[in-house]
């Protein structure tokens, strides 16, 4: 029976099995076909007919075929690195002018940003470093509102939370700000 769900036409590759009497084949949707064909299976001198037509088949040679045309592929050399990027240039003018104006302006407006960016890079933030912690174990709004706002790092402990959260939440605190 073939099976209906693969990429390839199973069905003509059973039916041309069936006709070199190598297999059975059947309708998949003809319940007593199916009935009838695998009771043939019983058979002995229809399984021993299929089996030796099946021994006259010529030796799988697809793996080595395939094998070979890797090799050969391996064997040719590589593209230079001029026409490397030749191929690389005509993909970004592709790239450039096939997006439409609002594609190429964007791509314009990017090479512009990167240029600048070259020639004027972004300043480096010298990092402040505290020298202690501000640790605070509080559940008002308005307080810890406050403390966001201010721009101090904090560590906000829960209120009631066992000390080995509270010491473990201490070194990680410890570990980011005091450096």
Not at 128 to 143: A, G
Request: net charge positive; charged share 30%.
């Amino acid at each position: 029976m073939p099976n209906i769900r693969g990429t390839d036409n199973q069905a003509a590759r059973a039916k041309w099995a069936a006709d070199n009497k190598m297999a059975l084949t059947v309708d998949q949707s003809d319940l007593d076909a199916i009935t009838q064909n695998t009771a043939k299976l019983a058979i002995k001198s229809v399984r021993d007919e299929l089996a030796s037509n099946c021994a006259k088949l010529p030796e799988v040679t697809g793996a080595r075929d395939v094998a070979r045309i890797f090799k050969e592929l391996l064997s040719t050399p590589a593209k230079s690195r001029r026409e490397i990027n030749g191929v690389f240039f005509r993909l970004k003018l592709k790239n450039f002018f096939g997006r439409g104006l609002r594609g190429m302006v964007y791509s314009f407006l990017k090479l512009l940003a990167y240029g600048y960016r070259s020639l004027k890079p972004y300043k480096k933030q010298s990092k402040s470093f505290l020298n202690e912690i501000n640790i605070v174990e509080i559940d008002q709004r308005d307080e810890l509102h406050k403390l966001i706002k201010n721009q101090n790092p904090f560590e906000h402990l829960i209120v009631g939370a066992s000390t080995t959260y509270k010491n473990r939440r201490i070194e990680i605190a410890k570990k980011a700000y005091l450096k």
